[in-house]
T-cell receptor, first 115, second 115 residues
Framework: EPEVTQTPSHQVTQMGQEVILRCVPI?????FYWYRQILGQKVEFLVS????????KSEIFDDQFSVERPDGSNFTLKIRSTKLEDSAMYFC?????????????FGPGTRLTVL | AQKITQTQPGMFVQEKEAVTLDCTYD???????LFWYKQPSSGEMIFLIY??????QNATEGRYSLNFQKARKSANLVISASQLGDSAMYFC????????????FGTGTRLLVSP
């Protein structure tokens, strides 16, 4: 069964460093999302991406964040200068289309720890 | 704005018993979708069940069923015949019908199944 994959599973970085979180969505999916979950809290939407453009972003997704689909398979989230409060689990999700149920398939997440 | 409320921070159930996890939602949209995800201690988000706002019948997936009461704006998850492996966090989520249909999550319910 096809699945969303994410690498690395755990990233530890120093405050102020840049990190890139990588995702490989399901191959025929067209819509891509990043969510984050601070430890013990609910999952929060960051950004949605379609046709090589950001379609929506939350107030969390400030100028320190960027997303890219550098090739036909990878979808990346970059944090330019990490802060302590960026420590969280980051989930990538993808969906095939907007019709019907439109279930979003989540990857296993990347746990980011900023020291 | 769309909102999901899960009022049970924790629930306990004995193995083989049924349990209901509560979820209420708030939206002014006529068309929307409701999802339940399971998050085990390993952290991944596992899709369980989906209910569309126009679906006349309650959704069922194996041991999971969704008790959808549209007038009350509730979408409770019922797990029948609980198993030890059902111990996890459970999140209710709503698909927002703007843009590219991000998900809005509730705060989750931690379910503990005891032998």
């Amino acid at each position: 069964e096809p699945e969303v994959t994410q690498t690395p599973s755990h990233q530890v970085t120093q405050m102020g460093q840049e990190v890139i979180l990588r995702c490989v969505p399901i191959s025929n999916h067209l819509y891509f999302y990043w969510y984050r979950q601070i430890l013990g809290q609910k999952v929060e939407f960051l950004v949605s991406f379609y046709n090589n453009e950001i379609s929506e972003k939350s107030e969390i997704f400030d100028d320190q964040f960027s997303v890219e689909r550098p090739d036909g398979s990878n979808f990346t989230l970059k944090i330019r200068s990490t802060k302590l409060e960026d420590s969280a689990m980051y989930f990538c999700a993808s969906r095939e289309g907007l019709a019907g149920g439109g279930e979003q398939f989540f990857g296993p997440g990347t746990r980011l720890t900023v020291l | 704005a769309q909102k999901i409320t899960q009022t049970q921070p924790g629930m306990f159930v004995q193995e083989k018993e049924a349990v209901t996890l509560d979820c209420t939602y708030d939206t002014s949209d006529q068309s929307y979708g409701l999802f339940w995800y399971k998050q085990p201690s390993s952290g991944e988000m596992i899709f369980l069940i989906y209910q569309g706002s126009y679906d006349e019948q309650n959704a069922t997936e194996g041991r999971y069923s969704l008790n959808f009461q549209k007038a009350r704006k509730s979408a409770n998850l019922v797990i029948s015949a609980s198993q030890l492996g059902d111990s996890a966090m459970y999140f209710c989520a709503m698909r927002v019908n703007t843009g590219f249909q991000k998900l809005v999550f509730g705060t989750g319910t931690r379910l503990l199944v005891s032998p």
